[in-house]
Each structure stands twice: as C-alpha cells, then as structure tokens.
C-alpha cells in the first residue's frame, strides 16, 4: 500500500466516523462523557491526518485544520467534528483531483533527507566506503523516482539513459548531467566495492546534486 493509499484509507474511516459523532442531543451538545472523549480523539487523528498531508504550514487546509483543533475541547465539541469533517472531505477531492503535490514524494524526500544525513556524518569522519554506499544508493533511488514523476519507464534502464531522458525534457541541464554521470559512477563503484574508483569529493558532489534534485523535484 502506498503512503497515498494508506492515508486515503484513514480519511474514509475518520469521515465515516464523523457521521455519528458529529450528532449531537435534543440540547445541541455532546450525547455523554463517552461521546465527548471520542470527539476529542477524533479531532486529533484527524489533524495528524492533516498534517501529514499538508507538510507546509501555510497550507490553507492546514491552517484551518489546527485553528479548529486548536478550540477548547466542550460540551458542543461534536460541532467542530462537523466542522472538521466538511474540510476533510474538501481535502479528499483536492487530493483525488490531482491539486496537491505527490505526498509519497514527499515522505520520499524527508526519508532521503535523513540518509543523506547519515552520509555526511560519514563523510565527516572520512569514511569514504560507508558515506559512498549510502549517498550512492540514495542518488539512485532519487533519480529514478524523479523519472517516474516525469512519466519517464525506468525498469530496467541503466542510470545513463535516465539522464539523458531527464536532460531531453529539460529537467537536468547539460551541466547537471555532467554530474549526475559522475555521481552515477560513484553509486556504481561503491555498491562493487571498487574504493579506488572514488574520492571523499565524489562522495560531497554525490550528496550536493542529490540534494539538488530532492529540493527541485521531491521536496515540494
């Protein structure tokens, strides 16, 4: 199940709750104590659910979100439910619209953002093999994940058609291919165990053009 699916599936499942928890008695508040602890609950999962879609605070969605969460949580509590549950439901069709930015591309990049991470740890310490196995994997997983953004089929295909396909559609200069070719020799010698093939710099150019990509392609 993909991080899309997964979250579209939670979105079902908290609006189908708010069907009930969003009705409130004769007096227009909460039904019990039971009932007003489970609106507080569903109030929360759903603005985790918020969050994880909409990673950019400024975000419209995002804000509204956790203005409503941000409310004392009362005896009417069962109104920002409905509430909660319109916006949501305005979310879902944004998404299934297409208007917000692949989330899996996002998760994506925060994972490859944390491996990077662990690369330039490495690299700090000049240990070149460990920085260039993880730097080299990651470059590669990026490249390929920005292909499949671009509709580009990339099974199967050697990392040096994948730039080439990526400089014809002008996502890649001839410049940045360059590099990208280069780094795509140090992914290739460091997952052979071929040390002498590379230097402690091919593994900073490595991690400063997979940076690059995840920032102008991933990371939005």
């Given at each position: 199940?993909?991080?899309?699916?997964?979250?579209?599936?939670?979105?079902?499942?908290?609006?189908?709750?708010?069907?009930?928890?969003?009705?409130?008695?004769?007096?227009?508040?909460?039904?019990?104590?039971?009932?007003?602890?489970?609106?507080?609950?569903?109030?929360a999962?759903?603005l985790?659910?918020?969050?994880?879609?909409?990673?950019?605070?400024?975000?419209?969605?995002?804000?509204?979100?956790?203005?409503?969460?941000?409310?004392?949580?009362?005896?009417?509590?069962?109104?920002?439910?409905?509430?909660?549950?319109?916006?949501?439901?305005n979310?879902?069709?944004?998404?299934?619209?297409?208007?917000?930015?692949?989330?899996?591309?996002?998760?994506?990049?925060?994972?490859?953002?944390?491996?990077?991470?662990?690369?330039?740890?490495?690299?700090?310490?000049?240990?070149k093999q460990?920085?260039?196995?993880?730097?080299?994997?990651?470059?590669?997983?990026?490249?390929?994940?920005?292909?499949?953004?671009?509709?580009?089929?990339?099974?199967?295909?050697?990392?040096?058609?994948?730039?080439?396909?990526?400089?014809?559609?002008?996502?890649?200069?001839?410049?940045?291919?360059?590099?990208?070719?280069?780094?795509?020799?140090?992914?290739?010698?460091?997952?052979?165990?071929?040390?002498?093939?590379?230097?402690?710099?091919?593994?900073?150019?490595?991690?400063?053009?997979?940076q690059?990509?995840?920032?102008?392609?991933?990371d939005?």
């Open positions: 199940m993909t991080i899309e699916q997964a979250l579209a599936t939670r979105m079902a499942s908290l609006l189908e709750d708010a069907g009930h928890l969003r009705r409130g008695n004769e007096h227009g508040q909460v039904r019990s104590d039971e009932h007003l602890e489970e609106c507080g609950g569903w109030i999962a759903a985790n659910v918020v969050q994880i879609a909409c990673p950019n605070e400024g975000n419209a969605y995002r804000k509204r979100a956790e203005a409503i969460a941000a409310r004392p949580i009362g005896y009417t509590v069962q109104q920002e439910v409905g509430e909660f549950s319109a916006l949501l439901k979310l879902v069709r944004d998404i299934e619209a297409g208007l917000l930015t692949s989330i899996a591309d996002r998760a994506r990049a925060e994972t490859f953002d944390d491996f990077l991470d662990h690369g330039r740890a490495y690299l700090s310490e000049e240990k460990e920085a260039g196995v993880i730097c080299g994997v990651v470059f590669e997983d990026t490249l390929r994940r920005v292909c499949r953004k671009h509709e580009i089929d990339d099974k199967d295909v050697k990392l040096d058609t994948l730039i080439s396909a990526l400089v014809k559609i002008e996502v890649l200069s001839d410049t940045k291919a360059k590099r990208a070719r280069g780094d795509a020799h140090v992914r290739t010698k460091a997952t052979h165990a071929q040390w002498d093939e590379f230097d402690l710099k091919d593994v900073a150019a490595t991690i400063d053009i997979t690059e990509l995840i920032s102008a392609e991933l939005k």
